[in-house]
């Protein structure tokens, strides 16, 4: 984020912008880390307030990049979005007056494309551009637009955009999911609460940020119920628009985070708490830290992690919830660098994933690649400073991880991918004793006038 310095005798501005993290290796983690809210939840609430035309609030809402384009998307289309306190947000979209979600929203951010449920359930009709978001192999939105066309919307593709409208409106029906896809399982419950009749839908995401968006949807009067017998079942009633009402809900904390921060704690040999952390929404990766000899402990405010290298080796596949989360696959790898014989990490949801491998290589870790799917860690190793770059949000938190655990300064670049979805990354690493500051690039000038 740019920050003003002074200025000068012309009327300018000087900005500074923040261009690389240097980070000098080799100190344990102790202390206590606070784990914001879920940025895989707030994006999708924030969308769902689009639904009622009465005031919402959101709170536990992380203050990162990611946010800022949603609030910036949904002024645009004429809801008034803003932060109203240090971490709560108030959206209200009485008046939406605008149909359009413009291309530069979805290049910044994929997740723009969960206003497509919410927008068709609210106006009947939507243009969103075909989404952007990390390279990280095909994600397609086939999901999404083939549910959505089972309840009644009529969906083309021309020249980059989606065209959605609902000239008869939305219908429930039954329908099964191609893939238990969380942002397409969110875009169709957003739909279906305003539709006529009842949805079931079969395949949905078990996630806890989908129901963490159910929670919302019925705070404001929708009727969402996750299958006891079958967490892979959601049925909704749909209701009348003028049914819903506003309502508040307080975001999940964020389990990609507490898994980043627990990777953290047991590499350098530290000892952290991890405030605010959920265990009973992070089960199969606390039980693989726990296999290779990373302690966990459950305790009152959160989940405590310690760990002292060389660990024991491993064998992750990641898988949809409640399996290992694809999200924490790359922060993983780092403790299995630290770990004694041959480990392998199985990638079964998304490609090339493993772009940290490469960086991971520069600073001496023993990793193979064998296809976009599977790679083979030979440890331990003794990782030492280097110069990377980042190059998507989840291997931008592995390597500042990584960093923190070599010998040796690092400096790494890219860091716009972490400011997306971590919190103040640098002053929470710093209470915790790390040795991280950001560098920032010459003075750019700023006319005033």
Not at 98 to 107: G, N, S
Not at 130 to 147: F, K, L, M, S, T
Not at 234 to 256: F, K, Q, T, Y
Not at 386 to 411: F, H, N
Request: with cysteine; proline share 5%; charged share 20%.
């Amino acid at each position: 984020m740019a920050e003003p310095g002074p200025g000068g005798d012309n009327g300018e501005t000087c900005l500074t912008e923040s261009t690389a993290y240097v980070i000098e290796g080799g100190v344990p983690l102790r202390g206590t880390l606070p784990v914001s809210g879920a940025k895989n939840a707030v994006l999708k609430l924030m969308a769902a307030a689009v639904l009622c035309g009465e005031p919402c609030t959101i709170g536990n809402a992380p203050r990162i990049a990611d946010v800022e384009y949603i609030l910036e998307t949904l002024r645009d289309l004429g809801a008034a979005a803003c932060w109203i306190d240090g971490h709560m947000l108030s959206i209200h979209a009485r008046n939406l007056d605008w149909d359009f979600i413009p291309l530069e929203a979805a290049k910044r951010l994929r997740a723009s494309f969960v206003l497509l449920g919410p927008m068709l359930g609210r106006r009947g009709k939507v243009i969103i551009p075909n989404p952007g978001g990390d390279r990280i192999g095909r994600r397609p939105v086939n999901v999404h637009v083939e549910a959505l066309r089972a309840l009644g919307a009529e969906i083309d593709y021309k020249w980059g955009y989606y065209y959605a409208r609902a000239p008869e409106g939305l219908r429930g029906t039954e329908l099964r999911l191609a893939e238990a896809s969380v942002t397409g399982t969110e875009n169709v419950l957003m739909s279906a609460v305003l539709a006529d009749g009842r949805t079931v839908i079969s395949n949905a995401a078990a996630e806890p940020e989908v129901d963490n968006l159910i929670d919302f949807l019925n705070a404001m009067g929708g009727c969402v119920r996750r299958d006891e017998r079958d967490v892979h079942t959601i049925a909704v009633e749909g209701v009348r628009s003028e049914s819903l009402r506003g309502a508040h809900v307080d975001v999940i904390p964020d389990r990609i985070e507490a898994g980043s921060f627990a990777v953290a704690a047991a590499i350098t040999g530290g000892d952290v708490l991890l405030a605010g952390a959920r265990p009973d929404h992070m089960q199969a990766f606390v039980e693989a830290l726990r296999q290779t000899g990373i302690a966990v402990t459950s305790e009152a405010g959160g989940l405590r992690v310690s760990g002292r290298p060389p660990f024991r080796e491993h064998r992750i596949n990641t898988a949809i919830y409640p399996g290992f989360p694809t999200d924490l696959q790359a922060p993983f790898s780092l403790a299995l660098v630290e770990a004694d014989g041959v480990s392998t990490i199985k990638e079964n949801l998304y490609e090339d994933r493993f772009d940290y491998a490469a960086a991971l290589q520069r600073m001496g870790a023993n990793i193979h690649v064998f296809d976009a799917h599977t790679a083979a860690i030979y440890g331990p190793c003794r990782l030492h400073g280097s110069q990377v770059e980042i190059p998507d949000l989840r291997a931008g938190a592995t390597l500042v991880l990584a960093a923190l655990a070599a010998d040796g300064i690092s400096r790494i670049t890219g860091i716009e991918h972490v400011a997306r979805g971590y919190e103040n990354l640098v002053d929470k690493l710093s209470q915790a004793g790390a040795r991280i500051t950001e560098e920032h690039s010459p003075c750019l000038s700023q006319s005033n006038n």
